[in-house]
C-alpha cells in the first residue's frame, strides 16, 4: 500500500514509497485507489463514511485495477501498467429554484440551508473488487455548498431506493422549512451524476 502522486502525466512515488517487480519475476496484479489511506489492507473492509460532506474530493473515491487480462505483470514484461480509474460512488446535484412568494435575489434565499436525511452515509469499500456494500447508518448531513442558493452537491452510496419517500432535502428558507420527498425506484449507481432541480414555492 504505497503513495503516488499524480504529476500531470506520470505517477510518482513519495519519498520511500516505491513500488519494485519481485525478484523472482513472479507476475503480479496492480491495485490504484484515491485518497490515499496509510491503514488499508487488502482483504479487509474499508469502512467509507460520508456524514462530512465538506471537502467533497476527498470523498470521491476513486479505483483501478490492472491485471493484463489475467496474466499480471513482471519485470521484464512490461515497462508501463496501465490504471483506468472508476469512480466508486455516486453523485446528487440540488438546484433550488426560487418559486411562488419566495426571490433568489433574496439574501434569505442565498443563506438558506439545505438538509439530506434518509440517505445511507456509511458501507464497506473492499479494494480486492472495487465494490461497496453493507450500506448503513442514515443520518442527516448537509451537502456541500458549490453555489449558495444555486447548487449543491454530494457524494453517496450507489444505491436503490424503493419507497417514494425513502430519502427527503430540506430546504431552510427566511425560517420556513421547505421539505422534497423522493419518488419511488431512485436508483444510484456508481460513477453516476445525478441532478435534482426543484422549485420551492412558499405556498401552495
Aim: proline share 6%.
Amino acid at each position: 500500500n504505497r503513495q503516488y502522486t499524480f504529476s500531470g502525466n506520470q505517477f510518482i512515488p513519495s519519498l520511500g514509497n516505491e513500488i519494485y517487480f519481485p525478484v523472482s519475476n513472479t507476475k503480479v496484479d496492480f491495485i490504484a485507489y484515491y485518497p490515499y489511506n496509510q491503514t488499508y489492507q487488502l482483504g479487509l473492509p474499508v469502512v467509507l463514511s460520508l456524514n462530512d460532506q465538506s471537502n467533497i474530493s476527498r470523498l470521491d473515491v476513486l479505483y483501478a485495477k490492472s491485471t493484463n487480462a489475467g496474466a499480471g505483470y513482471n519485470k521484464t514484461g512490461v515497462t508501463n501498467v496501465p490504471l483506468t480509474f472508476e469512480h466508486v460512488l455516486s453523485k446528487i446535484i440540488i438546484r433550488p429554484i426560487a418559486g411562488e412568494g419566495l426571490s433568489s435575489t433574496e439574501a434569505s434565499w442565498k443563506d438558506m440551508l439545505v438538509e439530506i436525511n434518509g440517505l445511507h452515509t456509511r458501507c464497506n469499500f473492499d479494494l480486492t473488487t472495487g465494490l461497496v456494500s453493507s450500506p448503513h447508518l442514515q443520518t442527516p448531513f448537509l451537502p456541500y455548498t458549490r453555489t449558495p442558493g444555486v447548487a449543491y452537491e454530494a457524494i453517496t452510496i450507489p444505491n436503490e431506493y424503493t419507497q417514494a419517500g425513502s430519502f427527503s432535502f430540506k430546504f431552510q428558507v427566511g425560517g420556513n422549512a421547505y421539505v422534497f420527498n423522493s419518488p419511488a425506484n431512485e436508483r444510484f449507481e456508481p460513477g453516476k451524476e445525478y441532478t435534482y432541480t426543484i422549485t420551492v414555492n412558499k405556498t401552495g
